[in-house]
């Protein structure tokens, strides 16, 4: 994207005037783990959501927190900090 | 009615961010500087000028509080001098990139060590690179009417980019010279309300500052020449605009008396009056002597200045500053640089003096004259000439 | 369907995400998650000068922005400053009628080392000329974005790059500058530390630091996986840590009166805070033993001082 960028496209004073399009970026291929959430554990109790970095937890219509595989980066922090244990870490598989 | 009033170059300047309705001063006290902030600050406190006035702890602090007010859409005006210029020096480069239209005075004052608070030119040609549009003064009322032409030019909204007004120091700053102020309607005329298209506001949020991988930064520094270039236009507008509403006409390159004059000599800044007198004595005399005041110094008025010395067999630029180890006279070097490409151009010759507050008589710069044209005829194996240093030294070879 | 805020207890958070998803900071980043939370707290009405430092970069590269509130970079030292031209210019501007009347409040934010060492001196005039902002130290305890050198934070006895633990050096050798009572000194109406694994109580501190008329310091411990040299997903446990051994006490200064927001009856052993951290690798029983002095000291002195001028 930047090196596509002409000197005609750089804003005065490189300003960028679109807030957070910096979302597209897929953090998500940077992890070697990921959460698994058992949702039979799980109580719903937000803590996962909170304590991301990343906000890549998100609240589901069904009322559970899931991680939202594009961003995560599985730091690993959600199963750490689960008070009933409800996710775990898993490695990533090769694609 | 416009009225003409005695004023000191720092107070005309004050006067002039006062009717140009500045909202933010962020200033730092140095000599000569001081009676700036000091008649602002007067003014903030007895209402007659309705701006914030920030008491930063440092120089590097009141440019940087001038980019904070400038990114709001605030009217920013800062003054400084000598060491503060230079503690400032990496916020220029922000402020310019970033396209903050600040208006500074600068007081020309040379740069320690030794300390000096007297003046010379050193600090304003540390900061030829900065991407601020630069312009010198001769005397009060310039100081006055390009404080003005300054925020005219600056804030418009195809420049955008903050901008130096350069005077000497103590020889501008601190003398009292006859003054002609406008009336309010006037300057209101002249002066649009600044209406600044980037304004940090939570209804249209935008980044200012990102930082610049090697894919983007070639390009944004080439689009900030090119706009930088472009606003020669609005730069020469300006002038032709405050011409019109107050009467007093501006170039970038102006002559004194130098039609068909075979020598040419170039100043910057107040001196150029001093310079005039010497003229005038040799023009008496019979010889073929003109001056020119370089006036706009960034952007570079390439075509003016050739235009202006392409019928002198001569020219003699003065210095009040030594580029170390370098071109020795940096004004000298550019306008080197600017001739070198002519197919017909004068023998350019230069001198340095007028350092730290060193005086220069109407007879230093008749020497001045008089030896430029003999360096002009026989060549010399010096770079530069020097003016008045004790010990028998006129030149230094390169 | 998607809920604005999310209930936990009383306390209602909003799930609206000021710096969008994507950004580049560290897998575990503490810093991150301190951001997020303080963004939360401080709603859309507001702009932000920021340092260059983790949270700059991680944001900010040209031409994209993870921002979604106005937001304004220029260099490292002067974020005190900037914030200072922007306070006073909005005041001004709507005195004036220039810009319309609107609640925004300014935030100041930056690392240790843009606060305590090279933007020290910007930050001390801010407080003193007593401008209506709120300013955030995210401190992760050394100049982590250049890669882990030294900042007047770093704590005793920690390595970083530029002071490393060797045959001759226990690494840091001074100890850590006291960034809140340097604040409180200035005679503000708040000051305050918090950290990101008491998430409602950091929450709350941005939120009053920012009601605050007048300038408010809050100082964020920010634990960092990468230069502190720990498993990424203890994060959280480590900032409990910092908290309940006395390395990093909870507290509120308002008006110059103290109050500890978390004064456990016994402190956990530093040990237990030092021990998963490689950059204490190198700590000797005796050097563990000393920085078990020097935290006992500073923590009953702090005692003292909210005893003595209590809330």
Redesign the interface.
């Known amino acids: ?3 596509e ?6 804003k ?16 998500g291929d ?2 070697t783990e990921r959460p698994v959430l058992d949702k039979e554990t799980c109580i719903k109790c ?1 803590l996962c ?8 937890i998100k ?1 589901g ?1 069904d009322g559970y927190y899931e991680a ?1 595989l594009y ?1 995560c ?5 959600c ?3 689960c008070p009933v244990g409800a996710i775990t ?1 898993i490695e990533e598989e090769e694609k | 009615m416009s009225r003409r009033v005695a004023l000191e170059a720092a107070h005309a300047v004050a006067e002039a961010a006062r009717m140009a309705d500045v909202d933010v001063i962020a200033a730092y006290p140095i000599t000569p500087q001081t009676h700036i902030p000091e008649r602002l600050a007067e003014m903030v406190a007895d209402g007659e000028l309705s701006a914030a006035y920030i008491p930063v702890e440092s120089e590097h602090s009141a440019m940087s509080a001038c980019l904070g007010a400038a990114a709001v859409g605030a009217r920013t005006y800062t003054a400084t001098a000598g060491q503060g210029l230079e503690l400032m020096h990496e916020v220029l480069y922000a402020a310019s ?4 239209p600040i208006v500074m005075a600068v007081c020309n004052r040379a740069l320690s060590a030794p300390l000096s608070i007297w003046g010379d030119h050193s600090d304003a040609m540390a900061t030829r690179d900065t991407s601020w549009i630069q312009i010198f003064c001769q005397n009060s009322q310039q100081a006055f009417d390009m404080t003005l032409w300054a925020f005219r030019v600056g804030e418009d909204p195809n420049v ?1 980019f903050p901008v130096m007004v350069h005077f000497d120091g103590f020889h501008l700053t601190h003398v009292t010279e006859p003054v002609v102020l406008p009336e309010q309607e006037e300057v209101d005329r002249f002066l649009p309300k600044l209406d600044y ?2 304004a940090l506001d939570p209804h ?7 930082f ?2 090697p ?2 930064y070639s ?2 520094k ?3 020449e ?2 930088l270039r472009k606003s020669k236009s609005v730069i020469l507008q300006g002038f032709q605009e405050f011409g019109d509403i107050f009467g007093r006409h501006y170039y970038p390159v102006e002559p004194y008396k130098t039609e068909g004059a075979q020598t040419l000599l170039l100043t910057m800044g107040s001196f150029g009056e001093t310079a005039q007198i010497a003229v005038d004595t040799k023009q008496s005399k019979g010889e073929s002597v003109g001056l020119l005041n370089l006036r706009l110094w960034r952007p570079f008025p390439f075509q003016e200045l050739r235009e202006a010395v392409k019928n002198a067999q001569k020219l003699i630029v003065f210095d009040r500053c030594i580029s170390f180890g370098g071109p020795g006279g940096p004004v000298c070097s550019e306008v080197r640089s600017a001739l070198y490409n002519e197919r017909e151009r004068p023998t350019v010759v230069s001198f340095v003096g007028a350092l730290g507050g060193r005086e220069m008589s109407p007879q230093d710069f008749e020497y001045v004259i008089d030896r430029g044209r003999e360096i002009a005829e026989k060549g010399s194996e010096e770079l530069f000439e020097t003016v008045g240093i004790r010990g028998e030294v006129t030149g230094i070879r390169g | ?3 604005e805020t ?1 209930r ?1 207890g009383k306390s209602a ?1 909003t ?1 609206q ?1 000021f ?7 560290c ?4 810093e ?2 301190a951001l ?2 303080a963004c939360k707290a401080l709603g859309e009405n507001v702009i932000i000068g920021n340092a260059t430092g983790c949270i700059e970069i991680c ?11 106005p937001w304004i970079h220029t260099l490292f030292e002067n974020t005190a400053s900037v914030i200072s031209g922007v306070e006073a210019g909005l005041k001004i501007l709507m005195n004036k009628g220039k810009r319309p009347e609107q609640d925004i409040k300014c935030v100041a934010m930056a690392g240790d080392g843009g606060t305590s060492d090279i933007g020290l001196q910007a930050l001390s005039g801010a407080l003193e000329r007593n401008h209506n902002f709120l300013y955030l130290c995210f401190d992760n305890e050394a100049y982590m974005n250049t890669g882990i050198q030294r900042s007047s934070s770093t704590p005793y006895g920690a390595s970083t790059t530029t002071a490393p633990a060797g045959k001759f050096s226990i690494g840091q050798i001074t100890k850590k500058k006291n960034m809140v009572a340097i604040a409180a000194a200035h005679d503000i109406p708040y000051v305050a530390t918090a950290c ?1 694994s008491y ?1 409602f109580d950091l929450m709350r501190k941005v939120r009053k630091g920012a009601e605050v008329e007048g300038p408010a310091y809050i100082h964020i411990l920010s634990p960092c ?1 990468t230069g502190w040299r720990y ?7 480590i900032s409990q840590l910092a908290v309940q051994t006395g390395i990093f006490p909870l507290y509120e200064i308002e008006n110059g009166r103290y109050r500890l927001n978390a004064d456990p009856p016994e402190l956990k052993p530093v040990e237990e805070y030092l021990k998963p951290q490689g950059r204490y690798r190198h700590l000797t029983s005796d050097n563990i033993e000393r920085i078990q002095r020097l935290v006992n000291e500073d923590y009953a002195r702090l005692k003292k001082k909210a005893a003595a001028f209590p809330m």
Not at chain 1, 49 to 56: F, G, K, L, R, S
Not at chain 2, 204 to 210: D, F, I, N
Not at chain 3, 231 to 237: D, G, P, Q, V
């Open positions: 994207m930047a090196d960028l002409t000197w005609k496209d750089a005065v004073g490189n300003i960028i005037t679109e807030a957070g399009n910096a979302s597209f970026r897929q953090t940077w992890r937000g959501w909170i304590h991301c970095p990343d906000a890549a609240p219509e939202d961003y980066k599985g730091c690993g922090i199963a750490s900090i870490m | 990139s970033m396209r903050y955008l298209p980037f249209k949020p935008m980044t200012h500052g990102a610049g991988i894919d983007v390009e944004a080439v689009a900030q090119i706009a | 369907m998607s809920k999310i936990f958070v799930t995400e710096v969008a998803e994507g950004h580049t900071f897998t575990g980043c503490g991150a998650l997020r939370l944001t900010s590269p040209f031409p994209v922005t993870s921002w979604r509130v990101p998430h996986p498993s990424s997903n203890l994060t959280i446990e």
